[in-house]
């Protein structure tokens, strides 16, 4: 069954997206989710933090349902094996062995009844990802033989031939034990010798497949002295830095490690033997940061700026690995690569503790082979006692490189809904903007013609990448157009023979489905494209990028990317999660069938078979019409027209599904191909509480039909969200001015956006730009304004649906025409849902909006809902020596404490506000006064706001019902503080007794 996604996830791309929710149990309704800001961590002191954007994080504090502690199923998989599939792997992957806590996730291995249990969790088919850095904080409790732990890194199957199409990624691979047989290190009659690695950061990388053909890399280093070990007990930081040029490791931000890097052998005893010509200035010399380096990758004589390989035909030769204690030149037989084994591979992040099979010790065959020592004779014990292996993760991160990013840009305007052209991907090339397999460094993408346009030939891990542009967020269907080309070209038999060819789509960072072709039934391509439905439902809008990658080894023509708008409120439910009547049958974990069954007694008496969907709520829904959206398959059939009726609230509607290409129908696989019927649901049929959906099958000819999901979509005018962002380019907007004078376009590097545009020419009367049908939301919002210009005194007039907001507003200066790091924020702008936004040079407005500017992008935030409150009692009290405030208590306050003592000179308190987001608040303050005149000095963060705030008398001192209010007090988000004193330098000395009680901030 495919998986939507329950909650936010954290992308690539400038604006976040969020997910339409399937749920296998329950029915949903869903609407506009909002992004929380990521969290911010501390990078290594060598990277420079302006250089990466977090765009995946997690620290395991998900909980589900009942509120217990779980993985989030949006990030993590957890391997379940059913059998020991692979030759090598001496325990099943289950799910018992994989232990979330509140903030952390605790891998295991067990023994139960001779069985031997472990743990993997991974991001495989969630979140993907390529060039950046990843960290982990992870901890090892106990580590004992047969076992290997790693936080690891891998692209969709087998590393290929090619090195850039993906390699296995090993940041950290830690062993307690090996026996010394393994590898050529000198011990050959040793081989029942143990020796501890329990010391040792590992890091590797293998590509070529696991036989007699890979290559790997590898590269140990280890902590300075005697006795020391990585399984401390503590948690340490683990991280990677991968770009198209070299890998870093890092251990608690240290960098221990770096490839590629044309060593020579030395003695890591002795650091005063390092050639100086092969010491990285950023790579620190064994014997000053407390690592050895063990097998560093090293040679007797230069090598070129390559890799250090080892081609294991028959197990030849290997990275060599010394014996424990000694760093002893690579054999003969090591051979050096001059390519570039980086890997472009889009990726998935792997956390496991992994057992070996055991093999024969004493010979180097597959299987344990001595490579992680022994497994303990008595296994690993039952769960949670001391003989397990346990693996604790703290958090998990990835940050996306700025450098890459932010020199990607869409090559067309890619406007949806409709269809993008598979050729129209991004600029940006290699590693940026598209991966293709011809060669690392390639700029070019396979390409060729049908009579309905262009297309691009992907293979094996090969990715491409589109920015869209949308005057329509919200949900949408996408679908791929695609299939096999005529001739497959480049490819090894074996690879052409493989059944079918696989496209995976994402947005940013988030797996969203994928879509295949099947060679046995699509072997010509020009009278075989056709539109492949992807499975999940993403939440679009302007910027959001468009990840696809081929995943398997055949070659796939792509043609178009299509998309179709279903609103921007859903209600989902899977197709068998209804409730059942008539007989169904079929595979009731992923579609629903059987619409078309008969009792036999009864002939030709059909069973009507019903399911029924309550509780589809349109968020926000206010009398707007909808579109109900069936997801169903079918094998074709001349002889039949199936139908169905469908009853929303109980007005029924005929639908009629068509299995319209006869060409797919051989052995089946049409009923492997998803389309979508539309069924249009005028606004009477519904209702905001919750909608009753009833799909009817009455009809013998719905023979062969599946119905796998049905959702109502609806464009409905959305309440502020919290925090959310739009941003509209100025390049988007019209321009406008009087006859000759308009405003115009213009481009720049520095301007923000997918084309790097803004609008220039608002020096001239009346000229301008604007925006129409802008779909932010509704309610008050914050307007920023980014431009550049180099004027003074620059203002000019913003106007929303025909009204005057503001008609002076200031532009200070930026530092030249094309810095465009100006930004002015205007608050309290109120928008009705589908709006019109003009910023421009009125003539009647004072000063007459003078000076030239250039505008960028704006940004619509909704305003956050505040209404927080916060004691007087908990401030810091001061005044003169022996004067100062002081705090009281009365039943009536809040409380039941306050502040008093504000009639002496100097006294006052100062109080911490609640941490809100930066804008313009009002601040009310409650109290207690008999004094007729009482007025008290009130600052914000240091500045004076109002000298002599007046506080109208109460009944009593005790009645604490009295309060005043300050409007447009702008906080800053971040340390807000609230003073209120008895200033001696004010008129009028501040007079009055005054008992404070609370600060309410609220917007």
């Known amino acids: 069954m495919p998986q939507l996604f329950l909650a936010e996830k954290f992308l690539r791309t400038v604006n976040p997206s969020q997910f339409i929710v399937k749920n296998s149990s329950t029915v949903l309704a869903v609407g506009l989710l909002s992004v929380m800001p990521l969290t911010v961590s501390a990078l290594p002191s060598a990277l420079n933090p302006n250089d990466f954007t977090e765009a995946f994080y997690d620290d395991f504090t998900y909980t589900d349902a009942s509120n217990q502690p779980a993985l989030n199923p949006l990030y993590w998989n957890i391997e379940d094996d059913d059998t020991i599939n692979n030759p090598n792997r001496g325990a099943l992957m289950d799910p018992t062995a994989v232990v979330a806590g509140a903030g952390t996730v605790t891998l295991y291995t067990y023994t139960d009844s001779g069985t031997h249990y472990s743990g993997n969790i991974n991001t495989t088919d969630k979140v993907h990802s390529n060039f950046g850095y990843y960290e982990a904080y992870i901890r090892w409790d106990q580590l004992h033989g047969g076992v290997a732990a790693a936080y690891w890194i891998m692209p969709g199957?087998?590393?290929?031939?090619?090195?850039?199409?993906?390699?296995?990624?090993?940041?950290?691979?830690?062993?307690?034990?090996?026996?010394?047989?393994?590898?050529?290190?000198?011990?050959?009659?040793?081989?029942?010798?143990?020796?501890?690695?329990?010391?040792?950061?590992?890091?590797?990388?293998?590509?070529?497949?696991?036989?007699?053909?890979?290559?790997?890399?590898?590269?140990?280093?280890?902590?300075?002295?005697?006795?020391?070990?990585?399984?401390?007990?503590?948690?340490?930081?683990?991280?990677?830095?991968?770009?198209?040029?070299?890998?870093?490791?890092?251990?608690?931000?240290?960098?221990?490690?770096?490839?590629?890097?044309?060593?020579?052998?030395?003695?890591?005893?002795?650091p005063s033997s390092i050639p100086a010509d092969v010491v990285d200035p950023l790579l620190p010399l064994p014997g000053s940061s407390g690592w050895y380096y063990e097998g560093d990758l090293s040679s007797t004589?230069?090598?070129?700026?390559?890799?250090?390989?080892?081609?294991?035909?028959?197990?030849?030769?290997?990275?060599?690995?010394?014996?424990?204690?000694?760093?002893?030149?690579?054999?003969?037989?090591?051979?050096?690569?001059?390519?570039?084994?980086?890997s472009y591979a889009m990726s998935r992040v792997i956390l496991s503790l992994e057992v070996r099979a055991p093999g024969n010790p004493s010979v180097h065959t597959e299987g344990q082979d001595g490579w992680v020592g022994d497994i303990p004779s008595g296994g690993y014990g039952a769960l949670g006692?001391?003989?397990?292996?346990?693996?604790t993760v703290d958090w998990v991160r990835y940050y996306s490189l700025n450098s890459l990013t932010g020199a990607q840009s869409a090559s067309a305007t890619n406007s949806i809904p409709g269809t993008i052209d598979a050729t129209d991907y991004d600029n940006g090339g290699q590693g940026v903007a598209i991966f293709e397999r011809d060669g690392s460094g390639s700029a070019g993408v396979d390409t060729g013609t049908y009579s309905g346009g262009d297309y691009v030939i992907t293979d094996q891990r090969e990715w491409l990448e589109y920015t869209l542009s949308t005057p329509q967020p919200g949900y949408y269907l996408m679908y791929l157009e695609m299939a096999n080309p005529v001739s497959p070209t480049g490819l090894t038999n074996g690879e052409i023979n493989d059944e079918r060819s696989t496209i995976k789509a994402s947005v940013g960072n988030v797996v969203i489905g994928s879509a295949s072709v099947d060679l046995s039934t699509e072997t010509a391509f020009a009278d075989k494209l056709r539109r492949h439905l992807i499975s999940d439902i993403p939440y679009l809008q302007s910027g959001d990028i468009i990840n696809v990658e081929a995943v398997n080894n055949s070659q796939i023509s792509l043609a178009g990317l299509h998309f179709d708008y279903l609103g921007n409120a859903v209600a989902f439910a899977e197709a068998e999660d209804g409730a059942l009547t008539g007989v169904f049958s079929g595979n009731t974990d992923s579609y629903l069938t059987g619409f078309n069954a008969y009792d036999s007694n009864e002939a030709p008496d059909y069973v009507h078979g019903t399911a029924t969907y309550t509780g589809l709520t349109l968020p926000n829904w206010d009398d707007e019409d909808a579109t109900l959206f069936l997801a169903y398959s079918g094998a074709y059939n001349s002889n039949k027209n199936p139908n169905l009726t469908v009853e929303v609230n109980g007005n029924p509607i005929t639908v009629d599904v068509a299995f319209d290409d006869p060409h797919f129908a051989i052995g089946g696989h049409e009923w492997n191909f998803y389309r979508i019927q539309t069924v249009a649901v005028p606004?009477?049929?519904?209702?905001?509480?919750?909608?009753?959906?009833?799909?009817?099958?009455?009809?013998?000819?719905?023979?062969?039909?599946?119905?796998?999901?049905?959702?109502?979509?609806?464009?409905?005018?959305?309440?502020?969200?919290?925090?959310?962002?739009?941003?509209?380019?100025?390049?988007?907007?019209?321009?406008?001015?009087?006859?000759?004078?308009?405003?115009?376009?213009?481009?720049?590097?520095?301007?923000?956006?997918?084309?790097?545009?803004?609008?220039?020419?608002?020096?001239?009367?009346?000229?301008?730009?604007?925006?129409?049908?802008?779909?932010?939301?509704?309610?008050?919002?914050q307007l920023v304004i980014h431009y550049a210009t180099t004027g003074s005194g620059v203002t000019k007039t913003l106007e929303v649906n025909g009204t005057v907001v503001d008609d002076s507003v200031s532009f200070p200066a930026t530092s030249g025409n094309n810095d465009f790091s100006g930004a002015v924020t205007v608050n309290g702008?109120?928008?009705?849902?589908?709006?019109?936004?003009?910023?421009?040079?009125?003539?009647?407005?004072?000063?007459?909006?003078?000076?030239?500017?250039?505008?960028?992008?704006?940004?619509?935030?909704?305003?956050?809902?505040?209404?927080?409150?916060?004691?007087?009692?908990?401030?810091?009290?001061?005044?003169?020596?022996?004067n100062e405030a002081y705090v009281g208590t009365h039943g009536n306050a809040s409380n039941g404490a306050f502040v008093d003592g504000l009639n002496k000179m100097n006294a006052g308190a100062t109080v911490s506000l609640p941490s809100v987001p930066a804008g313009q608040y009002d601040i009310t303050l409650g109290y207690a006064t008999t004094s007729l005149t009482c007025n008290k000095t009130v600052e914000v963060n240091g500045s004076v706001v109002n000298a002599a705030l007046d506080f109208p008398a109460t009944s009593a001192n005790n009645d604490f019902s009295g309060t005043v209010t300050l409007s447009g007090v702008t906080l800053t988000g971040s340390g807000d503080t609230l003073t209120v004193w008895r200033d001696p330098a004010v008129s009028g000395s501040n007079p009055g007794s005054l008992r404070l009680d609370y600060i309410q901030v609220q917007n």
Not at 311 to 322: A, W
Not at 385 to 391: E, L, R, Y
Not at 764 to 780: E, P
């Open 157 to 270: 199957s087998t590393p290929g031939s090619d090195p850039a199409t993906g390699q296995e990624i090993d940041i950290i691979e830690l062993r307690n034990e090996r026996r010394a047989r393994f590898y050529s290190d000198g011990l050959a009659n040793n081989s029942g010798t143990i020796i501890p690695l329990d010391d040792r950061l590992h890091f590797g990388l293998h590509w070529d497949g696991y036989n007699t053909h890979q290559n790997s890399l590898w590269g140990t280093v280890f902590p300075k002295g005697v006795g020391n070990t990585l399984v401390d007990g503590n948690f340490h930081k683990y991280g990677l830095l991968w770009t198209p040029d070299l890998y870093v490791v890092y251990f608690d931000d240290v960098e221990v490690f770096r490839a590629p890097k044309p060593y020579r052998a030395f003695d890591s005893n002795n």
């Open 301 to 342: 004589s230069s090598v070129d700026e390559g890799w250090l390989a080892s081609d294991k035909d028959g197990y030849t030769s290997e990275v060599y690995y010394p014996s424990s204690g000694l760093v002893r030149n690579p054999t003969s037989a090591v051979k050096f690569s001059n390519e570039k084994a980086v």
């Open 385 to 391: 006692t001391a003989a397990n292996n346990k693996m």
């Open 683 to 781: 606004a009477a049929y519904l209702q905001s509480g919750g909608n009753t959906v009833e799909v009817i099958a009455n009809n013998v000819n719905n023979q062969g039909l599946r119905l796998d999901w049905l959702c109502l979509g609806a464009t409905v005018t959305l309440p502020p969200s919290s925090g959310m962002t739009v941003e509209l380019e100025a390049e988007d907007a019209a321009v406008f001015g009087d006859s000759g004078n308009e405003a115009y376009y213009g481009t720049h590097a520095n301007a923000h956006g997918p084309n790097n545009g803004y609008v220039d020419g608002l020096n001239k009367a009346n000229a301008g730009l604007q925006w129409t049908n802008v779909q932010a939301s509704t309610g008050t919002v």
């Open 829 to 882: 702008v109120t928008l009705a849902g589908s709006d019109t936004i003009k910023i421009y040079r009125d003539l009647s407005a004072p000063g007459s909006n003078t000076g030239s500017l250039r505008v960028d992008y704006i940004e619509i935030i909704g305003v956050v809902p505040v209404d927080e409150t916060v004691e007087a009692e908990t401030g810091s009290l001061f005044g003169d020596s022996g």
